[in-house]
T-cell receptor, first 115, second 113 residues
């Protein structure tokens, strides 16, 4: 079946540094990638939607200069959290459209802790 | 606007049956999804409904009534491992990006022995 590989699974970084999260579709072409953030005991919050070769569409309240999204190919999308702060600590999950159950395949998630 | 409601928490007993309801309001309904999510893990697809009726898949079934804006997920023969959060999500063709899913807040199910 369709698989999205998300790395890293977890990362600890110092406040003020940047962290890059990668999502790679292994056996299908992901024309659209959704990036979510999830705080403990809360639901998924869509941050942005990216389409291959074009600029990402950010949800209201999400800073595009802080959360940089690149979708340069049909198999790779990246999310970079720039100048991370402790409040950015969260679980970040990507979901690719293309392949998978009714077209959505989730990555395994990245636990980010900013200290 | 768009809105999805589901209960915050539910408790059930091992071996029993539990029904998790979801109501939604969208302008361009184009499918409803149920996902299971264990703590610290990504959501796992359970079911998809786009037409009215019941979809059965093993111990899990999902029902949809488009006229009522209502769905439920039915879990039979509950097992301890079914303790998880259950997320209802709706695809709305009028949501800007017609592939975007609108998510409920999730129902945390605790299965007790």
């Amino acid at each position: 079946g369709a698989v999205v590989s998300q790395h890293p699974s977890w990362v600890i970084c110092k406040s003020g540094t940047s962290v890059k999260i990668e999502c790679r579709s292994l056996d299908f072409q992901a024309t659209t990638m959704f990036w979510y953030r999830q705080f403990p005991k809360q639901s998924l919050m869509l941050m942005a939607t990216s389409n291959e070769g074009s600029k990402a569409t950010y949800e209201q309240g999400v800073e595009k200069d802080k959360f940089l999204i690149n979708h340069a190919s049909l198999t790779l999308s990246t999310l970079t959290v720039t100048s991370a702060h402790p409040e950015d600590s969260s679980f970040y999950i990507c979901s690719a459209h293309g392949g998978g159950a009714q077209g959505y395949t989730f990555g395994s998630g990245t636990r980010l802790t900013v200290v | 606007g768009q809105n999805i409601d589901q209960p915050t928490e539910m408790t059930a007993t091992e071996g029993a049956i539990v029904q998790i309801n979801c109501t939604y309001q969208t302008s361009g309904f184009n499918g409803l999804f149920w996902y299971q999510q264990h703590a610290g893990e990504a959501p796992t697809f359970l079911s998809y409904n786009v037409l009215d009726g019941l979809e059965e898949k093993g111990r899990f079934s999902s029902f949809l009534s488009r006229s009522k804006g209502y769905s439920y997920l039915l879990l039979k023969e509950l097992q301890m491992k079914d303790s998880a959060s259950y997320l209802c999500a709706v695809r709305d063709r009028n949501a800007g990006n017609n592939r975007k899913l609108i998510w409920g807040l999730g129902t945390s199910l605790a299965v007790n022995p």
